[in-house]
């Protein structure tokens, strides 16, 4: 667990700092919705959720994938206009859905805004990354900003327990609760074109070492010569030329589909099309590709860190493998197609965890309980 290696004012509580007023609205920021990422898909459920019916909700992209320029000019936009709504938007609360590294410090001037017009920001941190980003990469001023803005977030939002406790670790005086990613179950009636699926492996994510998708292209070699007919999909931005290329060292390349970021229906056709999902990260917050393969039913191969273990009990909704163990991971990917019961046993299994702790619902009502503590009142419904 990392630590506070400061006891003074950049981590002291918001509640001790200014007092702030209640509050009548919500201002949340994030990156633009026609984009790629983990938070682009929590927003989008929240929209898909109705939050922003339920709630007085204006929402503020500061970023946007394109050019340097594209880029910047989306986040200066963006810092005007939440300048303009912190003066003209009922008493808002803001919310910053932020990762690390370039997110975090976009949104670290948003908080400042906040802080300075006397409004409270909850912090909602998502991703792998953070402890990394503020531990390695940050110098020492660095990390005192980052746990200044910590310690005067009204509320900071952790994705799982343990990612509460590295929070925690890195200021003890910031104010942190758990609300696990959620999504929307599929139709069970879309659930029918998995009894005709062929043997595929599915990745859903950026493709990068991190992610262990140079791992999963390995251990696909392994299991070739016995599974001739097998093949991967590597859905999402990033690598590709790489991962094309070391499938072709390793004599996979006709095996191994990398079709760049898939939209929704692209994502639906692929879950619906997978007999196995595999998620061989070295980090992660709560990923949502990961609930999403469970929504689907699929059996599903990951790794223990950061909330996967809060997702997957092993042998029981899913099988879980050391982070960078390839002979591990083809181990159980050979498993799984070796045992269709097994397979099918453990995606019914991953299916109800969703179900049951999951569901998007359940985080829309534990999200709407955040905002009516700060005085955020539902609208009355028609």
């Keep these: 667990m990392l630590h506070s290696t400061v006891g003074s ?53 500061t970023h946007r994938e394109g050019s340097t320029w594209v880029k910047l000019i989306t986040a200066l936009k963006a810092w005007l206009r939440v300048a303009v709504l912190l003066r003209r938007q009922p008493a808002p609360l803001v919310h910053v859905q932020t990762a690390s590294r370039a997110s975090f410090w976009r949104k670290s001037a948003l908080c400042l805004m906040a802080r300075l017009a006397r409004r409270p920001y909850l912090l909602h941190v998502h991703g792998g990354d953070f402890a990394q980003f503020y531990a390695t990469e940050s110098g020492p001023i660095a990390r005192r900003f980052i746990r200044y803005l910590l310690a005067q977030a009204s509320l900071v939002i952790a994705l799982s327990e343990q990612w509460r406790e590295r929070l925690l670790g890195i200021c003890p005086a910031a104010t942190v609760e758990v609300l696990p990613n959620a999504v929307a179950l599929p139709d069970s009636r879309a659930l029918r074109r998995l009894q005709e699926r062929e043997p595929t492996l599915l990745f859903l994510g950026e493709l990068r070492r991190a992610k262990g998708t140079y791992d999963l292209v390995r251990a696909l070699a392994c299991i070739a010569e016995r599974f001739p007919q097998v093949k991967l999909v590597c859905g999402g931005v990033g690598a590709i030329a790489e991962v094309r290329q070391l499938a072709a060292e390793l004599g996979v390349s006709d095996r191994v589909i990398c079709p ?58 899913g099988l879980l493998v050391a982070p960078g163990d390839i002979a591990g991971v083809a181990a159980a990917v050979e498993r799984l197609l070796s045992d269709p019961a097994l397979r099918d046993r453990l995606g019914a299994a991953a299916r109800a965890t969703v179900a049951a702790h999951f569901s998007l619902e359940a985080a829309l009502e534990r999200l709407g309980a955040i905002y009516r503590r700060f005085g955020i009142e539902a609208r009355a419904k028609p």
């Excluded at 909330?307 to 009990?313: D, S």
Aim: charged fraction near 15%; hydrophobic fraction near 45%; glycine fraction near 12%.
């Design 9 to 61: 004012a950049d981590c002291q509580p918001a509640a001790a700092r200014t007092p702030l007023t209640a509050c009548r609205s919500v201002l949340m920021v994030g990156t633009h919705l026609d984009g790629t990422g983990g938070i682009r898909a929590v927003v989008q459920g929240y929209v898909d959720g109705g939050l922003f019916e339920r709630f007085d909700c204006v929402y503020v992209a």
């Design 260 to 317: 760049g970021w898939l939209d929704p229906e692209r994502k639906r056709v692929a879950l619906a099309g997978a007999s196995i999902f595999v998620l061989p990260s070295y980090a992660e917050g709560m990923p949502i590709a990961l609930l999403e393969a469970m929504s689907w039913g699929l059996a599903v191969i990951a790794t223990p860190v950061g909330g996967i273990p809060q997702l997957i009990t092993h042998e029981v909704n």
